[in-house]
């Protein structure tokens, strides 16, 4: 194997590969592309320019379409391959591997049903490339992707944005800094209105990596000639402008043999008064041998950066695929087995939002700590505890005759309907922490790696735990509420004990500094007494919220979020201990979208590795 078979043969088995996974250098699924790290040739020009009797006179045969309009509507990547002198000539297309071409013409035939296949008879045109492989004596090792002609006007039947879209596919293969441009244009146009070199300068200002080609020598008007072009004077180009002469629309009339051409070709140059002392320069075997080597010297030199560029998308795909995960577990036992372990990923996130690590758990404390007490001082007691109000509950107490001493039925209605009110930031407490919690699961699902690839199951998951969250609500709702209702069932005897006591202390003391007047028996049911009421009842009804404000977070954190840390998917694993394979394969149904991606990676990735292997043995072999 020589050092330029196994470099252009490497990337032309390369480039295959990719064409058979996918790749063409479109870039449109953001997954990176080879394609578009190896360089390539690409034959540009406007329409009749003389691309396809280039092409054909570089491979020696007459194989390509013709006809009016436009003929080229995908790219054709031509790679050609030198056999031993003596062996059969035969042509190969990638998509229908193990059919040998003899017959050139039914290459040609073959090139415009395949090209009907993707775009139709519609005339429109299609990225995806056809791959053909000639093997033959007679051609250089040379890869080239013929692009359809630049064109200015979209005839009938084409689209009208056909002009626009030729440019721009024809655009985003020479744009990248890797394709060598073959740029045609005819001798006998000028050459500032040659649609190849517009389109070259456009990408390569410099001229670093556009090929200069002049067909048409012959068709110049008698007495001129293409020097200041070809010798780049019109249009300075790194390499020297190649000029050639193709068969003429006459000669292919008479279907004029390609080799016969190419010998008068060259007997042209031999015997031109303007070009024979640059007969060593010009010509279509020229042309294809200046080609084949400065695309092998391109390869050689950019082999480094290829290699790197193929190790670190190995390493980034490798990457990517661990995130979005391996295939999906057969058998049952392994699918339980993946399930369990996706919900303790799930556990561990949420249990995290609690106890610290990630936000969430702050939101319960804010509860318990503002809007609790908040809601608490926002009761309505002032209103309970009018003087009308506790006159008229005291009154309706008492009946048909009024208290002797103390209204203790009064001050237990008085009592009991405060309390009450405690019931509303009771539940509303449970309600917020109950929300807190939802958002949590809801949060964790969607932080959970592991689940994103599996919809079915996040929903299942999601809700499990908002059912188990709805019976810890309910269990913690009684808890609050039975607080409360503890609190209005038994009174604290002490309190009033203690306040009779100091009462008793401060009229005693009152009727030693004074005597006894008949104000105290006026006030016994006076306006007096009924505030004084108040005000003991609302000093009972701070001390209970005091003992609330403490108590409901703890049967709330007791009911509700204790139980969400310790059995959050306790049903949903005895559940899952009974479910059959049919259903565990179903919570494992993946994401369309995140499958389509682990396809398309691992398909990128097996690309990759096959280049590098490839690479590494060619390499070897220098
Ligand atoms: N005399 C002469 N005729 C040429 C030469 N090159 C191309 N032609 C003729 O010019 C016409 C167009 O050539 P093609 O090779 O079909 O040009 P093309 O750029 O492939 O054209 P489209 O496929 O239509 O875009 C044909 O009739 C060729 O015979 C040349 O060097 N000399």
């Known amino acids: 194997m020589t050092t330029m078979d196994s470099l252009i043969g490497l990337v032309n088995r390369i480039q295959r590969a990719c064409t058979a996974l996918g790749d063409h250098g479109g870039g449109n699924n953001a997954i990176s592309s080879l394609w578009g790290a190896l360089p390539t040739v690409a034959v540009v020009g406007g329409q009749s320019s003389g691309k396809s009797s280039v092409l054909e006179s570089i491979v020696g045969r007459d194989f390509l379409p013709r006809g009016s309009g436009i003929v080229t509507r995908r790219p054709l990547v031509l790679q050609l391959h030198k056999t031993e002198n003596g062996t059969e000539e035969y042509a190969e297309f990638l998509h229908l591997t193990n059919k040998k071409f003899t017959d050139f013409s039914l290459v ?189 010297s391109v390869i050689r030199a950019r082999i480094p950066n290829i290699i790197s560029s193929i190790t670190k998308n190995i390493e980034e795909l490798e990457r990517e695929l661990d995130r979005l995960g391996r295939p999906v577990a057969i058998d049952a036992g392994a699918r339980l087995y993946t399930i369990l372990g996706m919900c303790r990923a799930f556990e561990k996130i949420f249990k995290e939002h609690l106890d610290g690590g990630r936000p969430g758990g702050a939101q319960i404390y804010g509860i318990f700590d503002n809007k609790l007490p908040a809601a608490i001082k926002n009761l309505p007691f002032d209103r309970h505890l009018s003087l009308q109000s506790v006159k008229r509950i005291v009154s309706e107490s008492d009946g048909y005759q009024p208290h002797l001493i103390a209204p203790e039925l009064g001050y237990r209605r008085l009592i009991e309907g405060s309390l009450n009110h405690f019931r509303g930031p009771a539940e509303a407490s449970v309600n917020a922490v109950h929300f807190v919690l939802k958002d949590l699961v809801r949060k964790s699902i969607t932080e ?43 009174l604290t005897v002490d309190f009033f004990r203690n306040l009779h006591v100091t009462e008793t202390q401060g009229s005693q003391a009152a009727s030693l500094s004074s005597p006894p007047t008949t104000t105290a028996t006026t006030d016994q049911h006076g306006e007096g007494e009924f505030r004084k009421i108040a005000s003991n009842v609302a000093a009972y009804i701070n001390m209970v919220s005091d003992t609330l404000v403490g108590t409901i977070p703890k049967a709330v954190v007791h009911c509700q979020v204790r139980q969400a840390k310790l059995a959050l998917l306790n049903y949903f694993y005895a559940q899952m201990s009974q479910s059959q394979g049919k259903h565990l394969g179903h919570l494992l149904d993946e994401n369309p979208v995140m499958l389509d991606r682990r396809l398309q990676c691992a398909k990128r990735l097996e690309l990759y590795k096959k280049a590098r292997d490839e690479i590494d043995a060619a390499v070897w072999f220098r």
């Not at 402008?241 to 190419?262: L, P, T, Y």
């Not at 509420?481 to 038994?490: F, G, I, Q, T």
């Open 108 to 296: 040609r035939k073959e090139i415009e049903d395949e090209t009907d296949r993707i775009t139709g008879k519609s005339k429109q045109i299609s990225p995806v490339p056809i791959h053909l492989s000639i093997f033959s004596p007679n051609v250089v090792n040379l890869t080239l992707v013929d692009l359809p002609g630049l064109t200015k006007v979209a005839v009938e039947g084409q689209p009208e944005t056909i002009v626009e879209d030729i440019e721009d596919m024809v655009r985003s293969y020479v744009a990248k800094p890797n394709c060598l441009i073959l740029a045609i244009s005819p001798a006998n146009q000028d050459i500032a209105t040659s649609d190849a070199i517009k389109l070259a300068r456009e990408v390569d200002p410099k001229g670093d990596r556009t090929f200069g080609v002049l067909t048409k020598l012959d068709l110049m008007d008698n007495g001129t000639n293409a020097l200041d072009v070809i010798q780049g004077r019109s249009y300075r180009l790194k390499y020297p402008w190649i000029g050639v002469v193709n068969r003429s629309q006459a000669d292919i009339n008479k279907s004029v043999d390609m080799m016969v051409a190419r010998r008068k070709e060259r007997e042209y140059f031999e015997t031109s008064p303007d070009y024979g002392h640059l007969v060593n320069r010009m010509g279509s075997e020229y042309l294809a041998k200046s080609l084949s080597e400065l695309l092998e």
């Open 448 to 490: 959970t790696e592991e689940l994103k690839r599996f919809p079915s199951l996040q929903t299942e998951i999601a809700a499990a735990a908002n059912s188990s969250l709805e019976k810890f609500r309910d269990e913690s709702m009684k808890s609050v509420l039975r607080l409360v209702d503890m609190e209005a069932s038994y």
